[in-house]
């Protein structure tokens, strides 16, 4: 089973840079995509970007294409997700997901196991 360990997260104010990791404890990372979700409060969770298993397809939210930056170290067993230019609306707790079918999905409930979360709060 994938245990998926998040860190990173914060608060910050807009146009500030964050970067977050999500760890696999069972160094499988490797055979799954990595999918990154938001949900703010009241809304529903929301596709942010997913990579895939070599790490060669990317697929992004219109929201934060050409802002955040999706990429892993397999070698680490490892997803990161680099936030740039932020703002407050992308205030959330940020969530990383992986599949074992490898797909670039932007449908949360194709992904099979999940990270704890982390808070994002970008001030004015």
């Known amino acids: 089973q994938v245990q998926l360990v998040e860190s990173g997260g914060g608060l910050v104010q807009a146009g500030d840079s964050l970067r977050h990791s999500c760890a696999d404890s069972?160094?499988?990372?490797?055979?799954?995509?990595v999918g990154w979700f938001r949900q703010a409060p009241g809304k529903d969770r929301e596709f942010v970007a997913a990579?895939?298993?070599?790490?060669?397809?990317?697929n992004y939210a219109d929201s934060v294409k050409g802002r955040f930056t999706i990429s892993r170290d397999n070698a680490k067993s490892t997803g990161l997700l680099r936030m740039d230019s932020l703002k407050p609306e992308d205030t959330a707790v940020y969530y990383c997901a992986v599949d074992r079918l490898g797909r670039l999905s932007s449908d949360w409930y194709l992904y099979t196991y999940w990270g704890q979360g982390t808070q994002v709060t970008v001030s004015s």
């Open positions: 990579i895939s298993r070599s790490g060669g397809s990317t």
């Open positions: 069972g160094r499988t990372l490797r055979t799954y995509s």
